[in-house]
């Protein structure tokens, strides 16, 4: 998993209109990412709740939570599959869930979480949440690896998802950015356990 940030408004008929909703990873930090087919490049979530999307709409007696839980069911494997109109695509389907969640699963590490952490002040995220980002940056760090290792195989080979004409993974640099920076982050850690002592 990645970090993924949202923009969150509530505006004056809240509750009784749905808060407006901007994915900003991807958008607003410089990249063109669809990190799922229902968030757009221009910011835009496609949600029932949000009333942007058909489905179950926004009700008064909704929340933050249920916006939040919306958001994170958003973010699964395979999440071409629920995209409308998939099923017609059968017969290339599980080539393009593939190559989707290769990209995703790419990006997440590149955008979401390296270039977040490492461009927080430029992309303006606040620092007492940098501090949790790298926390769990920590602890997830070995899944991070993990991923790189298991997909360098398909390093150096172009090929066009359904969102992205051209794409070529390059796993290999992402593991030698996520050790570098999870030394960095170490020896933050180091230092500042040093100063409290």
């Known amino acids: ?9 509530f505006g004056p008929n809240y509750p009784a209109a749905p808060p407006r909703v901007s994915a900003l990873s991807g958008y607003k930090f410089g ?7 229902t968030m757009y490049p221009t910011g835009m979530v496609c949600l029932s709740i949000l009333g942007t999307w058909q489905g179950p709409g926004w009700t008064p007696e ?3 939570r249920g916006v939040l839980l919306g958001l994170q069911s958003l973010l699964v494997d395979q999440a071409l599959c629920i995209e409308p109109g ?3 695509r059968q017969d290339t389907g599980c080539k393009m869930v593939w190559q989707y969640d290769l990209y995703v ?13 490492k461009q927080w002040r430029q992309i303006k995220i ?6 949790i980002m790298k926390s769990s940056f920590l602890e ?3 899944h991070y690896i993990i991923t790189c290792i298991d997909n360098i195989k398909y390093d150096g080979v172009p090929f066009a998802t359904l969102y992205n004409p051209s794409f070529t993974p390059n796993f290999a640099k992402l593991k030698k950015d996520l050790i570098a920076l999870h030394a960095e982050i170490a020896s933050q850690s180091i230092d500042s356990t040093a100063l409290d002592n």
Do not use: A, K
């Open 126 to 131: 606040p620092e007492q949440l940098v501090t």
């Open 1 to 9: 998993g990645g970090f993924y940030h949202f923009y969150i408004r």
């Open 105 to 117: 699963r790419h990006e997440t590490i590149r955008v979401t979480v390296l270039h977040s952490i």
């Open 86 to 88: 998939y099923e017609i």
């Open 140 to 142: 997830y760090y070995d």
């Open 62 to 64: 909704n929340n933050l």
């Open 31 to 37: 990249e063109l990412i669809r990190f799922n087919p």
